[in-house]
């Protein structure tokens, strides 16, 4: 079994940055894509960025030049940079890895103040 550790959410003002982690532990034996969600209020999940094993990448539309989604495989760890923040950003981010068994990790909320 693998385990997801996040952190790095907060409370920002619009135009601010955070920078999200996501640690993988536990039974993984090989490099697997990764990638953040996230949940607003009300709202069903959403992808925001994914990332592969030999590191590229994928956008929402939203995000696009806006968040920066990285990896360090030796660490099995997986970031997520986020800058020119917007109060839509406001939402529970989780961590995702597709391992042998697909895990999710337990969110860390992320809000933007207007």
């Known amino acids: 079994q693998v385990q997801l550790v996040e952190s790095g959410g907060g409370l920002v003002q619009p135009g601010g940055s955070l920078r999200l982690s996501c640690a993988a532990s536990?039974?993984?034996?090989?490099?697997?894509?990764m990638g953040w969600y996230r949940q607003a209020p009300g709202e069903q999940r959403e992808l925001v960025a994914t990332?592969?094993?030999?590191?590229?990448?994928n956008y929402a539309e939203s995000v696009k030049g806006r968040f920066t989604i990285s990896r360090e495989n030796a660490k099995n760890t997986v970031y997520l940079q986020m800058n020119s923040l917007k109060p839509e950003d406001t939402a529970v981010y989780y961590c995702?890895?597709?391992?042998?068994?697909?895990?999710w990790g337990q969110g860390t909320q992320v809000t933007v103040s207007s």
């Open positions: 995702y890895i597709e391992s042998r068994t697909p895990t």
């Open positions: 536990g039974s993984i034996f090989g490099i697997y894509p």
């Open positions: 990332i592969t094993a030999r590191g590229s990448t």
